[in-house]
């Protein structure tokens, strides 16, 4: 998106013209609702969020006026968003026991580049509902640092966990996609 594009609307909205409010809308609503949806899987909640981030971006458009990244700026508060949402759901973020892996297991299966190939090999509607069904904290931290960018110690803060326990728990879940994964044969 170009961002001086961007510049132009916000300076739109800042002097009340609906047509800025429009064009920001409906040029970041889709991705903030897919960032929404994928964490808490629920149509009607990720509506309720995506109206509430649209609520919070347009009444802070001095800081809005501010952003580089206005699309980024606007999923980062789409997910902070949908993590307190979770918060108030009593969805609790805390390391799931399963003896902690060292930092050199760690460093040894990033190393591991064959499973990292079956991850790219797959259909995306196996992996989509693969990661759908990872337990609640691994989907949200598999979420948060695959597709929303987020670094493991950034999710370790939002969440309340180590950066360690983010590390651990992401390579659990990768773990687990790839064992799901193996089931289904690629087809060509």
């Known amino acids: ?38 964490l808490v899987r629920d149509a009607g909640e990720a509506e309720d969020l995506l109206q509430e981030t649209f609520i919070t971006v347009f009444s802070e458009l001095d800081k809005l006026a501010q952003v580089d990244q206005v699309g980024a700026w606007i999923r980062r508060i789409a997910v902070n968003l949908s993590i307190s949402q979770m918060r108030r759901k009593k969805i609790r973020f805390e390391a799931l026991e399963e003896g902690d892996l060292t930092r050199n297991d760690l460093k040894r299966y990033a190393q591991n580049e064959e499973d990292e190939a079956m991850l790219l090999d797959c259909r995306i509607e196996e992996l989509q509902r693969t990661i759908e069904s990872l337990p609640e904290v691994y989907r949200a931290i598999v979420i948060l640092h695959a597709f929303e960018g987020m670094l493991h110690k950034e999710i370790g803060q939002r969440l309340g966990l180590s950066e360690l326990a983010v590390r651990s728990q992401y390579h659990r879940a990768k773990k687990m996609i790839l064992k799901q994964l193996s089931k289904y044969p690629y087809e060509a």
């Open 1 to 38: 998106m170009d961002t001086t594009d961007d510049k132009y609307w916000i300076a739109q909205c800042q002097s009340g013209d609906e047509n800025g409010y429009n064009v920001l809308y409906n040029r970041y609503a889709k991705p903030a609702y897919n960032a929404i949806f994928r």
